[in-house]
């Protein structure tokens, strides 16, 4: 039975699953390379969860038990007590693969390992790790707290067990969860990063300007965010990543990262983690940068 989770990064989706975990009655130990950075996502979720108290959707002694529940700790050898681990670091295979080595060192035998990637092969993550029938593909969406959904990827030695486990645990956390075979980026990305970059495309081409397309996808397709803004919130560089993921993995010429977007990440234009992207985020109000 999974009691205590270990998280591995501090980042926006690792705080984001400390958050549901801890508010579902897990025990949460947090790390991240950056001791300053899991500092800072412990105040961010405890900013999140007041927000929800205001609003109602949790109590105060909810919130006040759930805080308890997050240790932050250092190292990975600190995990090595934990039922389930989930990686939530940076899009990167080779962050992650050195990772999970280090990780398997001391992780007790039992342990099972679930990555957050979102594009990268989860069968090929599994083969760097000691235990690849215990190792499983858990993407949230972002924001964790808010998004209903979890992608779960099984590998191709990833056993009934392991799936069944994660997936009692996602039922947990009041996600609703969807299964998604081993192929580049999955379901939700494999459909909307590509449209994220035929919009970056339309862009580029003087089709329209960032303002044009964001609202025509808005008023036009009905979508609560335009694409360049949705672009802006999950990170450029995190789109280019998956993109050059379904580019490399698919050899298909229509997944091709449009050099507009590539222009940008070069830039350090990440969007609003940056302060920029394709909007401007320095003043009160976001202003579109094309």
Request: hydrophobic share 45%; glycine share 8%; aromatic share 6%.
């Amino acid at each position: 039975m999974i009691e205590t989770v270990g998280i591995i990064g501090a980042g926006q989706m690792g705080n984001g699953i400390a958050h549901v975990a801890a508010l579902a009655g897990f025990n949460v130990l947090l790390v991240d390379a950056n001791p300053d950075a899991a500092q800072k996502a412990l105040g961010i979720i405890d900013g999140n969860m007041s927000r929800q108290v205001a609003r109602g959707r949790i109590k105060e002694d909810e919130h006040r038990q759930a805080m308890n529940r997050i240790r932050l700790v250092d190292g990975l050898a600190a995990l090595s007590d934990c039922h389930l681990v989930i990686e939530a670091a940076t899009e990167k295979e080779t962050v992650k693969v050195a990772i999970f080595q280090e990780l398997c060192k001391t992780l007790n035998k039992d342990a099972y390992i679930a990555t957050n990637t979102s594009s990268i092969s989860v069968t090929r993550l599994a083969s760097t790790t000691d235990r690849p029938e215990r190792f499983i593909g858990m993407h949230f969406m972002n924001p964790v707290p808010l998004m209903e959904l979890v992608e779960i990827i099984r590998g191709i030695a990833t056993v009934e067990d392991t799936y069944k486990a994660v997936k009692v645990f996602a039922d947990k956390l009041g996600k609703i969860t969807t299964n998604a075979e081993d192929f580049p980026a999955f379901i939700v990305n494999r459909i909307l990063v590509p449209m994220i970059n035929e919009a970056v495309y339309t862009l580029y081409e003087g089709v329209g300007n960032v303002e044009a397309i964001d609202t025509a996808m808005k008023l036009g397709a009905h979508h609560p965010m335009g694409p360049l803004e949705l672009a802006d919130f999950i990170g450029l560089d995190v789109c280019l990543s998956v993109m050059q993921v379904l580019y490399d993995g698919l050899a298909d010429s229509k997944y091709r990262p449009c050099p507009l977007l590539v222009k940008y990440v070069e830039a350090g234009w990440l969007g609003k983690k940056s302060g920029r992207g394709f909007y401007d985020y320095s003043g009160e109000k976001p202003v579109p940068t094309r």
